[in-house]
């Protein structure tokens, strides 16, 4: 323990930080705030929301001009600032994925493992649909959904439990969290492809996902899913 924490008294705060920086000029000031701004984006393992970064800057700072000098700076780099999940994160650019599984194999994260196509079909549901149970979900695909398959999402952080259904017996129902947002790379859930994009695309039937005709079976424990990665 330093000498200084040995002086300092239990209920001591700590030293408050000059946000408002009026001893600078203008132009210094602002450069101090967008290096306190990124310095904490930097520093954080998850996407940085705006009432963290409020506590670095005045409160006449207006952090969108920040950031976005800051994208302005990165543009050369192969790492940029973007907006997922409610905050700001740094992520490398997709361009250099290939450079970095070369580098480093697959994602490092344990807990970010791949999805089969089944796991990834429910998901989808789950995400367009929310918040649904587990026996909407059956009857979407025609058939049962295991709890198994419920219970790698879940696993993943990629779903939570949702509020109780008004049918018969209040079965729970499922929703994404946020987590989905940072796996998919998604600041909100309204920038999901709306349904008339994905069947322009041929992508997708909504007809078909109600009447459970997806080509593509839920699991019969066999493991021969097709593997669908996710996007980090």
Partial sequence: MSQ???????NDQPALLDTELEHLPPELRWREWMGRVEAVIFSASEP?????????VGKNCNLELIIDDIRAE???RPYELVSVAGGWQHRTKKVFGDVIN??????TDERAKELTQSEALVLMCIAYFQPITRGELSSFFGKEVSRDLIGVLRAQDL???GPRSPQPGAPYTYVTTKNFLVQFGLDTLRQLP???????AGLLSKEKLLAGAIPAGLPNG???DDVVDQVS
């Fill in 194 to 200: 709306d349904f008339e994009a994905l069947e322009d």
């Fill in 159 to 161: 779903i939570a439990s």
């Fill in 222 to 224: 066999d493991g021969e």
């Fill in 74 to 76: 990165l543009a050369g």
């Fill in 4 to 10: 200084a924490s040995a002086r300092r008294k239990p």
């Fill in 48 to 56: 940085v929301p705006r009432e963290v970064l409020a506590r670095v």
């Fill in 102 to 107: 070369a580098a480093f194999g697959s994602a």
